[in-house]
């Protein structure tokens, strides 16, 4: 099972970089791949988060905003993962051009989770949701966001 997950992780980072590479050459859309490291308050729990956002400029201050991600936490008890096709807006609270260029995201869409722990393995399609708050700074990208399940994730990316 691990080596399918790495296996899909692998594939997953590889897409992503290739589809941010291959989109970008178009103005009006901005692609970020992001990596980040993540906690679930609730239960202890503690992993990994790897994604895409994908933006597209709505006027000064919109912007609409989509993410791709996949995350993993665990915890005493076994393994929660879930991938995210979401979809919202992005809210700017400075003009473009200024550094660090802040924003707010509040994103909605499926989510497909799978715990899996000692006494049984489910599956779900649940629904998804993140909002966090970004700075960009040269293109990089840092902020801090709660996504579904319940966690509370730090991301960095990196703006093509």
Do not use: C
Request: glycine letters at 12%.
């Amino acid at each position: 099972m691990l080596n399918k997950m790495t296996s899909f992780l692998r594939k997953l980072t590889l897409a992503l970089a290739l589809l941010s590479v291959g989109f970008s050459a178009h103005a009006q859309f901005s692609f970020t791949p992001t990596i980040g490291a993540g906690l679930q308050p609730a239960e202890s729990g503690f992993g990994a988060y790897i994604g895409v956002y994908g933006s597209r400029p709505l006027g000064t201050h919109f912007a609409f905003d989509s993410q791709l991600s996949f995350i993993v936490i665990g915890d005493d008890n076994g393994t929660y993962s879930v991938l995210n096709a979401l979809a919202g807006i992005r809210i700017y609270f400075n003009q473009e051009g200024a550094e660090p260029r802040i924003y707010f995201n509040a994103l909605l869409g499926p989510s497909f989770e799978r715990e899996a722990r000692f006494d049984f393995i489910a599956h779900e399609l649940e629904f998804g949701y993140s909002g966090g708050l970004f700075a960009e700074i040269r293109r990089v990208v840092i902020g801090v966001s709660f996504d579904a399940p319940q966690s509370l994730l730090l991301k960095a990316g990196y703006v093509f």
